[in-house]
């Protein structure tokens, strides 16, 4: 890779800065508005929803009409929604601006996965995908510190600006950078969501993000049962370092075998580690385990990315848009099972839902292994 495309991937991966953080900051801004947590996860939800419903129409237009062109229009449309949310007030307004927000999502995301296969020559392929996972879980181990930051200088509602006008700017800079002209047309075929592979790879990434969903509830509630509610950043941020120390090991030491084999290896090791988060009983002790937890993480995502392409071929950027409502409605049901195992255990056996994620993915993933592209070794 060059300097280029190190600067393109850093950028749009930024870029997903006001999206990553959306939950926690509509959360909060809503909560500051209306004093009610009960809006602030209906204005959450909403915002995801609206994602879900079109995230694979802004990916559809990425190959049709060029990813600078359509980032810089949605990012155009996202800062608007994201500004008229910022000085809203009341519970309908910030209910419907916050959906307006999600449906005008970039397909960042998307567009940086897609381009990656033009950009790098096949070889290099998979220490570009790592390099993009170590990208996104930066911003994921910052992020809640970035916020943090703002809220306590200004309050949430410049917490929110200053995200939103980051991200859009990284946003615009990005598609700047990324390939003008359209891409040829998808040649004729069965339609997308009729592939095996997809099916397999959709089926083993909602459920991942059942586990994610999970997560984001479990790990606060067990702080929190733990006597160290304060400390929920903590373990958040941990889980996203032992992901990206996983990526960069990646990125410098690429397997050799097939990608097949790497995809269910990591699946299979991610839900064994998961295990670990059952026992512990004090923070010191999930800080370990939610670190190990995490290693296995960004380089199955990385994997993935990478038989995701190969699999969509010319429809790739389609995919991840697909793949982006699979995960926010994964996210929801994952969220939404944790909060009454939360309620009743804090830690311990509830965690045992995101091993049933994780391995019921694996199970997806390993009964239907042959509908996966097996890549030749790189």
Request: net charge positive.
């Amino acid at each position: 890779m060059n300097v280029r495309h190190v600067v393109l991937i850093v950028c749009l991966n930024l870029a997903q800065l006001p999206v990553a953080m959306r939950l926690l900051l509509v959360t909060l801004l809503a909560a500051d508005r209306t004093g009610s947590f009960a809006v602030a996860g209906l204005a959450g939800g909403t915002a995801a929803v609206g994602t879900a419903l079109t995230a694979p129409w802004w990916s559809r237009l990425l190959p049709r009409f060029g990813d600078g062109r359509v980032l810089v229009a949605s990012g155009g449309l996202f800062l608007c929604g994201q500004l008229a949310l910022a000085v809203s007030h009341g519970t309908a307004p910030i209910i419907g601006l916050a959906a307006v927000s999600g449906l005008c999502t970039p397909p960042a995301a998307g567009s940086v996965r897609a381009l990656l296969p033009r950009l790098v020559p096949p070889a290099d392929l998979t220490r570009s995908y790592a390099v993009n996972s170590v990208a996104l879980e930066v911003v994921y181990l910052g992020g809640p510190l970035w916020v943090t930051g703002w809220v306590a200088l200004a309050g949430p509602t410049a917490a929110l600006v200053a995200s939103t006008v980051i991200g859009v700017g990284c946003l615009v800079v990005g598609g700047a950078l990324a390939p003008s002209g359209r891409r040829r047309s998808p040649s004729p075929g069965p339609p997308l969501l009729a592939e095996p592979a997809v099916h397999t790879l959709g089926g083993a990434y909602l459920v991942y993000w059942v586990c994610m969903g999970a997560m984001w509830v479990l790990l606060p509630a067990f702080a929190e049962r733990a006597g160290a509610a304060g400390q929920a950043g903590l373990l958040v941020a941990l889980w996203s370092a032992g992901s990206l120390v996983g990526g960069l090991v990646l990125a410098a030491r690429p397997p050799r075998g097939s990608k097949r084999n790497s995809y269910l290896w990591l699946l299979g090791t991610l839900a064994a580690t998961s295990l670990l988060l059952v026992p512990p009983t004090t923070v010191g002790g999930m800080a370990v385990s939610v670190s190990v937890f995490g290693v296995a993480l960004a380089p199955w995502l990385a994997v993935n990315d990478q038989l995701v392409a190969a699999s969509a071929v010319e429809r790739t950027a389609e995919l991840y848009g697909w793949l982006t409502t699979a995960g926010q409605l994964g996210s929801a049901v994952g969220s939404a099972v944790a909060g009454p195992l939360a309620d009743r255990y804090g830690g311990g056996p509830a965690f045992l839902l995101v091993t049933a994620a994780l391995g019921t993915g694996f199970a997806i993933a390993l009964r239907r292994r042959r509908t996966l592209p097996d890549s030749a070794p790189t």
